[in-house]
């Protein structure tokens, strides 16, 4: 009997359209596509910014972003300082220093008497076409994007030929008390330090020492700055724990921020601060 019903079994399947089959082979292993929503991703536009007062507003040092669309790659820290006082211009083309004259009037800017040193380097982006792009400069526009600032320079016809960033340590310059080290109130009301960004030298009083330094930034990081090459007089006090602290603090700051008016924070590599600092203005004896 069974054998019977098993032959039966064999006959029907025989018998059935081999779409059936395959139907069911196709329902189980076909693919199918499945279309996935992406997420919309908005693009911060930069906001521009009106200039009233180009003296204040434009005075100070610019890092070289872009030309002509692309990034400038250069060995040294390519860069401009607009002098207002004397109406001139300096800084390097990655390369070499340069020095020269700008005039403003209104949205127009240009370049002239432009002078270089004459070092030889490989960069990506020569120095040659630097300056050749300085020499087409006639306007410029001021944008913010997430709190930095960048200075568009335009050709003639309004094309942006080099887009430059403001050097964002401005805010770091001038005379400080030290108020904390390490979330630790500093009651030496002696300790303090003098930074200029401009010149990128660090002075300061530890309570016992002098100590000097120099800055180093990186154009490539927003709000970055390192203290290097930290030297300090040899005096001996009775206690030195404070000056260490400062001093190891320095070496592990990476980033500064704002506070408030009257106050920045030293933060290290991980966001943590090392420093507190607030502004205070030295009298001279």
Known sequence: MKKFTTILLIAALALLPSTALGDKKNKKYQKREVQLEQP??????????????????????????????????????????????????????GCNSLNGRFQLQGNNISFSDMITT?????????????????????????????????LNLLNNKGA??????????????GAWLVKEIDNETVIDRNMRLVIDPVM?????????????????????????????????????????????????????????????ENEVALLDGQGHIVLRLTRITLTRG
Not at 135 to 141: I, K, L, P, T
Request: net charge negative.
């Open 118 to 150: 004459d070092q030889s380097c490989h960069n990506v982006t020569s120095d040659k076409s630097i300056m050749k792009t300085l020499g087409e400069v006639r306007a410029y526009n001021v944008t913010s994007l997430y709190g930095v600032e960048y």
């Open 200 to 260: 990128q030298t660090l002075h300061g009083q530890t309570g016992c020492n002098v100590i000097n330094g120099i800055i180093t930034i990186d154009t490539y990081k927003d709000f970055a700055i390192q203290f290097e090459d930290l030297r300090s007089t040899e005096n001996h006090c009775d206690d030195m724990s404070a000056e260490t602290a400062l001093l190891l603090a320095l070496e592990r700051a990476e980033y500064c921020k704002r506070i408030n």
């Open 160 to 173: 942006v030929l080099m887009t430059l960033k403001r050097q964002n340590l401005d805010l770091l310059g």
């Open 40 to 93: 919309q991703v908005v693009e911060a536009t930069p906001e521009p910014i009106v200039i009233t007062n180009p003296a204040s507003q434009l005075y100070g040092e610019w890092d070289m972003e872009t030309m002509r669309k692309k990034p400038i790659a250069t060995r040294e820290r390519a860069y401009l300082y607009l002098d207002f006082q004397n109406h001139k211009v300096y800084g390097n083309n």
